[in-house]
T-cell receptor
């Protein structure tokens, strides 16, 4: 069974600080990794994708991947109250259209 | 604008009733998916379809049925056999290999029992 683990939180971070969200996965052959943001009552929206080891930056967001440790993280710099949401980690392990596994999400709260 | 349209936004089911959730996409994607999300939980795959007239069961298909008669449409029926249907239902689409094309989601349908 492929598993994607996230701390459910809530993770509380002061405005302007760095928020760090973590995700571990069980399947060593996982190929692609995604972070989705989901506001309460809304559908998920993709904010970052990463496919190779190292860091990938996009604006205030940085995704970090370490395949040896089976670990992927999302850093949010200069956190804003609008960043308060649940962040879902998703991992694609191949095998076709049903190969994407979602974690349960981390609830992030940015305190003004 | 391209996207995924789910309807209705809210739906109520009576005891013993079947209800159908609509999902339409104009992204020209071959693959479509239905997920269920319960409070505090991740997304669980109900059914998926990689091509017209073909679909496969996901992790929690019992009590649900689907059809894929057109590329643009992938309706989900929640049957009376699904004893705990209250959840947030999300439709998604992608090219058949999602490794480089993450799934795009509709706005969801919230289903409740009357």
């Amino acid at each position: 069974q492929k598993e994607v683990e996230q701390n459910s939180g809530p993770l509380s971070v002061p405005e302007g600080a760095i928020a760090s969200l973590n995700c571990t996965y069980s399947d060593r052959v996982s190929q692609s990794f995604f972070w989705y943001r989901q506001y309460s009552g809304k559908s998920p929206e993709l904010i970052m994708s990463i496919y190779s080891n190292g860091d990938k930056e996009d604006g205030r967001f940085t995704a970090q991947l370490n395949k040896a440790s089976q670990y992927v993280s999302l850093l949010i710099r200069d956190s804003q109250p609008s960043d308060s949401a649940t962040y879902l980690c998703a991992v694609y392990s191949g095998g076709g259209a049903d190969g994407l596994t979602f974690g349960k999400g981390t609830h992030l709260i940015i305190q003004p | 604008d391209g996207g995924i349209t789910q309807s209705p936004k809210y739906l109520f089911r009576k005891e013993g009733q079947n209800v159908t959730l609509s999902c339409e996409q104009n992204l020209n994607h071959d693959a479509m998916y239905w997920y269920r999300q319960d409070p505090g939980q991740g997304l669980r795959l109900i059914y998926y379809s990689q091509i017209v007239n073909d679909f496969q069961k996901g992790d929690i298909a019992e009590g649900y049925s689907v059809s894929r008669e057109k590329k643009e449409s992938f309706p989900l029926t929640v049957t009376s056999a699904q004893k705990n249907p209250t959840a947030f239902y999300l439709c998604a689409s992608s090219i058949p290999d999602p490794s480089n094309q993450p799934q795009h989601f509709g706005d969801g349908t919230r289903l409740s029992i009357l």
